[in-house]
DNA sequence: GGACTACCAGCTGTCTACAATAGATAGGAC
DNA sequence: GTCCTATCTATTGTAGACAGCTGGTAGTCC
């Protein structure tokens, strides 16, 4: 039995919520693949609980998002579509651009030093190498931006964004060749100077400074995506 | 034993479903009032189920918005706070109309007969004075919309709104003295009428107009509402 | 008389065991 | 040889019972 482990580093007192975070870590760092099945019992070992509890938090993933569940079958991690893509794009700029203008007119100073602390973790991520926790670091950034927008609506809808924000992302960043491609290292410097403007601008109140940071920020994502999902053709010629 | 009684409505095949439908409307029309907390045990013998399965339908509510949890302590049905007003006429609009957009983009024909159904209802309980009936078949259409937009981020984010929608309308729907009011009578014709020329919009495939429309919907809500919570003086002369 | 403490009731959280359903496999009929 | 069908197994769904925590109450001490 498992969980009479004392060495079993999940044993500890809230099994459930670590459950949880590490259900959601998986499934944005794409270790649980889109689609892939998650088995009840399986997870119940793993972390030292019965079904009913594993199952009551596969609801709470299923509302936020997560993972889909249907009757008589088994739980799955939810697909990621050709159409996300488009989905994404067309909706995510909106649920952002509310988020971080509110945050800029509402945001206290304790919550900006923490937006502070996660990009420098972000930052660190990027230095390390650390392809997970920069896909981690980026989601936190973000969360905390809609959480410092204080509004009750917000903060779910940019959720469910971010959960896929994140999985494209992996996407990209673990292609292979894509990360050879010389402009993926500069977006990746871009990407995290952005952050630090946006920062900025929410300290200083600015919104509408803060939306086109934001707009760019988001516009720079969707030309990398566009460019990974259709490539220009290799430069090869059939003349030898 | 209530689930071995034949002639109890609540034994059904599937009671889970039923129990999630049915707290999800007894939330949405305030006879669950914003705060109440909700037993578990009650539910369970209502429905004719064990504590697990309503625990793990609790859990589904809680992730979208419905209720909220806390640990060892009983659940909530989520607050409506005087500041729920403020977020959400804030956040409404962009929801609202980027669902309205997409939605006069992409709808299929028979998505707007389904509309068209719906709104026959709506126009159903307006006439028979079935104001849980308006509150509920209101929901459904602007969820209907949502679904018609075909895109997997807006859905979420709508259904978010729309249960404080129904509350908060709800609440001015119920008061007395708000019901007496000539401009209730008024604002009711005119919202089935916006109902009417927004699936008109949808119809013809012309978002622009869809998005004016769904614009003028909302504002009509928000200046009832605001008239409502911050009415003008009584004409009461202090003179005799 | 007021305040602190220990007990107690009720609820939430969890576990084990059982029932029901879906998919797979093997057997038989055409 | 192929298709259909029936059984069988693995997984999901549910029930009932137990453990742990919270809040209230009553009793006692200062």
């Known amino acids: 039995m498992p969980s009479t482990n004392p060495s079993d580093p999940h044993a500890s007192p809230d099994r459930k919520a670590s459950l949880g975070g590490a259900l959601r870590r ?3 760092t794409m270790h649980l693949a889109p689609g892939a099945v ?5 997870l119940a070992e793993e972390f030292g609980l019965s ?3 594993v199952r009551e938090a596969m609801r709470q993933l299923a509302g936020e998002g997560y993972i889909e569940l249907e009757p008589n079958r088994p739980a799955r991690v939810t697909p990621l579509g050709y159409r996300s893509l488009r989905d994404f794009f067309l909706f995510a700029p909106v649920v952002y651009v509310a988020s971080t203008r509110l945050a800029a007119e509402r ?3 304790a919550e900006v030093a923490e ?4 990009q420098h973790r972000f930052r660190a991520a990027i230095r390390d190498g650390d392809v997970d926790g920069r896909v981690f670091e980026n989601d936190r950034f973000h969360l905390k931006i809609g959480e410092m927008a204080h509004n009750a609506y917000v903060l779910p809808s940019l959720r469910r964004c971010l959960i896929d924000h994140a999985r494209i992302a992996k996407v990209f960043y673990e292609d292979q060749l894509a990360a050879r491609h010389p402009k993926m290292a500069e977006e990746r410097d871009e990407a995290a100077a952005q952050h630090d403007e946006i920062i900025a601008a929410i300290e200083a109140r600015d919104p509408d400074r803060a939306e086109a940071l934001v ?3 988001l516009d720079l994502s969707r030309r990398n995506m566009a460019m990974y999902a259709a490539p220009e053709g290799m430069a090869i010629r059939f003349d030898n």
């Open 38 to 42: 998650i088995d009840e019992t399986e």
């Open 215 to 217: 707009r760019a920020h």
């Open 51 to 53: 079904r009913p509890p």
């Open 26 to 28: 998986r499934i944005l």
């Open 107 to 109: 945001r206290t100073d």
């Open 115 to 118: 937006l502070k602390e996660i």
